[in-house]
């Protein structure tokens, strides 16, 4: 069974610097999907960014951007001139590209808080 | 973007009677829909996943007959926790996904269940 670590169970950073958050993860899989989710205090699930493993070029939306080593089984999300709006629970995702399952495998999440 | 509805948002009930939750797909057609279960600071865990028209497939320690779920149609899903006790007090959020693998994956709002 696949599994999503996240290390950090917290962290803070100052508005408008930059920070990395940790993901790794296992599976004998060689195709799948990673993904980050925020998750605000609305509770409200919000896809930040998705990578698709056969892909080697890192994804970015804007701000958001990853460092997938696929070797490493990691996944990390840096966050560019944070602002405040960016304080949330984020969630680190495994989807199998197997079949046709797309359940997602969450790891325990990170609460991020951006400090004025 | 596509929308799904979770409703109710919250809901408080007494031990020993059932509760429904509904999520529906505004938008498009959802062949798939994932019910996940959030206790307080922690992570979403899969509940099952319930395909149109067919018996939901429910995750290792997930009671069957206690989570009740019906895919009746493309657009709705609903979870039905009958006879709840306190223990059953939790976030459940579902999730829908079209046809196609892995297009992006939406979530409903939440709903926070308190049983009295």
């Known amino acids: 069974a696949q599994t999503v670590t996240q290390s950090q169970p917290e962290m803070s950073v100052q508005e408008a610097e930059t920070v990395t958050l940790s993901c790794t993860y296992d599976t004998s899989e060689s195709n799948y999907y990673l993904f980050w989710y925020k998750q605000p205090p609305s509770r409200q699930m919000i896809l930040v960014i998705r990578?698709?493993?056969?892909?080697?070029q890192n994804a970015t939306e804007n701000r958001f951007s990853v460092n997938f080593q696929k070797a490493a089984k990691s996944f990390s999300l840096k966050i560019s001139d944070s602002q405040l709006g960016d304080t949330a629970m984020y969630f680190c995702?495994?989807?199998?590209?197997?079949?046709?399952?797309?359940?997602?495998?969450f790891g325990k999440g990170t609460k991020l808080t951006v400090n004025p | 973007g596509a929308v799904v509805s979770q409703h109710p948002s919250w809901v408080i009930c007494k031990s020993g009677t059932s509760v429904k939750i509904e999520c529906r797909s505004l938008d498009f057609q959802a062949t798939t829909m994932f019910w996940y279960r959030q206790f307080p600071k922690q992570s979403l865990m899969l509940m099952a996943t319930?395909?149109?028209?067919?018996?939901?497939?429910?995750e290792q320690g997930v009671e069957k007959d206690k989570f009740l779920i019906n895919h009746a149609s493309l657009t709705l899903s609903t979870l039905t926790v009958t006879s709840a006790h306190p223990e059953d007090s939790s976030f459940y959020i579902c999730s829908a996904s079209t046809a196609r693998k892995n297009e992006k994956l939406f979530f409903g709002s939440g709903t926070q269940l308190s049983v009295l």
């Open positions: 319930s395909n149109e028209g067919s018996k939901a497939t429910y």
């Open positions: 995702a495994f989807m199998t590209a197997q079949g046709g399952s797309e359940k997602l495998v």
């Open positions: 990578q698709e493993a056969y892909k080697q």
